[in-house]
Each structure stands twice: as C-alpha cells, then as structure tokens.
C-alpha cells in the first residue's frame, strides 16, 4: 500500500489566489493613477507655454535693462525730454498717441502731463547723468512706477515724411534706465511706406493704394509711430 497520499485538488491552480487579485487590483490602480497624473502634468505644461512672442518692427527697436525684471511697471508717466524741444506740439502729438495704443494694448498704466517736462535729458539719462531727487519727486507727485521720456530728434514735415525719435524708461525705485527705445521711418523708403499702407487700411478699413492721399497725414503717420513703439516694447516684454 502505497502511503503517499495525491495532493488534494485545489481550485488555486487554475483561479488566481485571493492576494494574487489584490496584488493586481493595486497594480492597475497604480498604473491608472500614474497614467492620470502624467497626463494632467502634460494638460497643465500645455496651457502654461508661452505665448509665441510678437515680431519686432523693422523701424523701431527696444533695448531692456536685464537688472530689471519688469520694465512696463503698474504706472507710467510720458514726457517730452527736456527744454531743447523745438516742436512742442508734434511731441505732444505723439506722446498722447502712445499713451492711447500702449493703454489699448493693456501693457500698462499710462499718465501724461500737458506742460510738465522733466530738467533731465534724454542724452544725460542714457549716460546715467540725472537727478536722482528729481526723478523721487515727480514719481511721487504723479505716482508712477516709471517715467518715459520721448524727443523727436528729427521731423522731415515735405513729402515724404521721416521721423526720427528716442524713448527712455526710468525706473523710479532703481532710478537706472530700464527701456530705451530708437526708430526712424523714412517714407522714402520702400518697405517703411508698404509697412504704413497696411497700417491704413486696417486702420481705415479699406486697401490703400500707393499713392494714398493719407501718406501726408501727419495724424496717421503719429498713430502709425505709436503703434509700431508699441510693438517694438511688446516683442522685447
């Protein structure tokens, strides 16, 4: 007689044991889990990319200060530079022009000053010859985070127009230049005057041909330098 007695039937050997589907169960929740997770952190990196950035108009530059973190601060104050004005009126044109498109674009908060000017120049500024106790006291009086100074450095008013300019930021917590900005639009040039074109007829809401009778309009051509600063400081920020 044989002792060895058959091993008894199991119902394991062809079911899983019962830590064997917990084992399982974790496993897939784990692997869900995770697969949720990977998939919201890409769902969240994809709505946190930057918005691809604004090309840089090809009159007009913009120059930042990297020791700066933000340029465009809450305030800013707009002045002509200095007593060397020979056009009051034009700087006043196109500072009142820029407040407007930099407010419309929502860069910042933009205040300007009918006669007010600033004893610093733009030319002392840039060499970082200014009165700090200046730039104190007006930041208080107009409560500005910045203040810009804008000079016309040349005005051809025959056909075709050209404008030359410069703009300055001043930080006023810093009391350093932070944004300096240069353009020239010559409507002599080929490429500046189809630039303008297409800006009147979006502006006018109809194609302008070449020779457009609001080429001569000082008014547009103000919008035109206003929008373009803009853009110049847009695709820097």
Request: proline residues 7%; aromatic residues 8%.
């Amino acid at each position: 007689m044989n002792n060895l007695t058959p091993p008894e039937t199991s119902s394991s050997f062809g079911e899983p044991s019962r830590r064997s589907i917990l084992l399982m169960l974790l496993g897939l929740g784990l692997s869900s889990g995770c697969s949720h997770f990977s998939s919201s952190k890409r769902l969240s990196f994809r709505r946190k990319q930057p918005v691809a950035p604004v090309p840089p108009p090809k009159n007009c530059h913009a120059y930042f200060n990297p020791a700066i973190p933000e340029v465009l601060s809450q305030r800013v104050l707009i002045l002509p530079s200095g007593p060397e004005l020979f056009n009051y009126s034009s700087h006043q044109k196109i500072i009142n022009e820029l407040a407007a498109t930099i407010k419309t674009a929502q860069l910042c908060d933009v205040v300007t000053s009918g006669n007010f000017r600033l004893e610093a120049q733009i030319d002392a500024v840039m060499q970082g010859k200014f009165d700090e106790r200046e730039i104190a006291s007006v930041a208080r009086r107009f409560a500005a985070d910045s203040i810009a100074l804008i000079r016309i450095n040349e005005f051809r008013t025959v056909a075709p127009y050209q404008i030359n300019l410069s703009l300055v930021f001043i930080d006023t917590s810093e009391t350093v230049v932070s944004c300096s900005v240069d353009g020239i639009w010559n409507l002599g040039d080929p490429a500046t005057r189809n630039a303008y074109l297409k800006f009147l007829s979006k502006s006018l809401g109809a194609p302008q041909p070449h020779d457009s009778i609001y080429l001569q309009s000082p008014h547009y051509l103000t919008k035109f330098i206003a929008s373009e600063i803009t853009t110049a400081i847009r695709s820097q920020g």
